[in-house]
């Protein structure tokens, strides 16, 4: 586990940490020790996604945690959920990879609880750094129920994200769960151009906004031309097969008992798949299969046109 006083020590008093130095490091000692650690990833959304997951699963089983309630609205957020899991099967696809999938049950009011006093802070300051923290929170959490070695989030390949802020929460977080967080600063050595170029490549839809309402109020993002959007392309979408890239968990074994038979993976994509319950985890890529906690599900929407991949990613 990297320590913030470890880290601030590799480099002068002045002198901004490289957090993209400090994951080379890191994965220069997986390499020494001929080591492939479980990282699970936070990702807003597909296009932060791109290259961190061209780059880690060079060196890391890598499955990516979509747990983001600051996105609104639902259809937006039920949009890039889909998305998100179209990139990771045709990733896989293209390069051999096998990245999975988990997604977090959207609880949208939770989120408030934590930003609500905070909205008319300005982007990128008090507000941002509780969202920050509330996400770091949860994947740090997951990834311990679920025994990763590390957890992370792809949100530092984004120019409009602080990474020195997500890097300094992250840090502090992994002491609350004992799972060590995964230093990062994606956008660093052409990361962000080769995440745009690579939106391209597969053509990713790339929103104009966070996610976050307060946000986008300020922006002026005119919220009921991307709801209508979005609710055409999830009715569009829908029904599409992701079950290949969901992360699986094995049913609990107690001594000397049977087997459990495996619970049925729900792939439905119009729903809001629930976390899944964790005892022991399957080796990555195998066939047992999850067991799914509650569910909401979205209802069903009308079909209009969508909206196309190249917009400004933020």
Not at 97 to 115: H, I, M
Not at 152 to 168: D, E, M, R
Not at 187 to 193: C, E, I, L
Not at 226 to 243: G, K, L, P, Q, W
Request: one cysteine or more; glycine letters at 6%; a positive charge.
């Amino acid at each position: 586990m990297l320590e913030a006083a470890a880290i601030r020590a590799m480099f002068e008093k002045d002198q901004k940490v490289n957090y993209d130095w400090v994951l080379q490091q890191e994965v220069k000692t997986w390499q020494q020790k001929a080591r492939r650690p479980r990282i699970l990833m936070h990702s807003c959304c597909a296009p932060c996604s791109t290259y961190t997951l061209e780059y880690l699963t060079q060196y890391a089983d890598v499955t990516i945690y979509y747990d983001n309630p600051n996105i609104h609205p639902r259809a937006e957020y039920e949009r890039r959920r889909l998305v998100q899991q179209q990139f990771i099967q045709d990733f896989n696809g293209r390069t051999g990879n096998r990245v999975q999938f988990l997604g977090a049950e959207y609880r949208p009011s939770d989120w408030l609880k934590q930003t609500a006093a905070l909205k008319n802070e300005p982007e990128g300051g008090a507000r941002c750094r509780v969202c920050y923290n509330y996400r770091l929170d949860r994947v740090a959490a997951k990834a311990h129920a679920l025994g990763f070695d590390y957890f992370g989030s792809a949100l530092t390949i984004s120019p409009s994200k602080n990474a020195q802020v997500i890097n300094a929460l992250g840090l502090e977080v992994q002491h609350l769960y004992s799972v060590a967080y995964l230093p990062s600063d994606f956008k660093k050595r052409g990361g962000y151009a080769r995440s745009v170029a690579m939106s391209k490549e597969y053509d990713v839809y790339r929103q104009c906004y966070c996610g976050c309402v307060f946000a986008a109020t300020k922006q002026g993002v005119d919220l009921a031309a991307i709801n209508r959007e979005a609710t055409a392309y999830v009715a569009a979408h829908r029904d599409r097969d992701y079950s290949g890239i969901q992360f699986h968990i094995a049913p609990a074994k107690q001594a000397g008992a049977a087997a459990l038979p495996p619970a049925t993976q729900d792939t439905a994509t119009p729903a809001i798949a629930g976390e899944t319950r964790a005892a022991a985890i399957a080796p990555s890529g195998g066939a047992a299969a999850a067991v799914p906690l509650g569910e909401a599900v979205l209802a069903p929407v009308a079909s209009t046109t969508g909206a196309a991949a190249g917009g400004r990613h933020v």
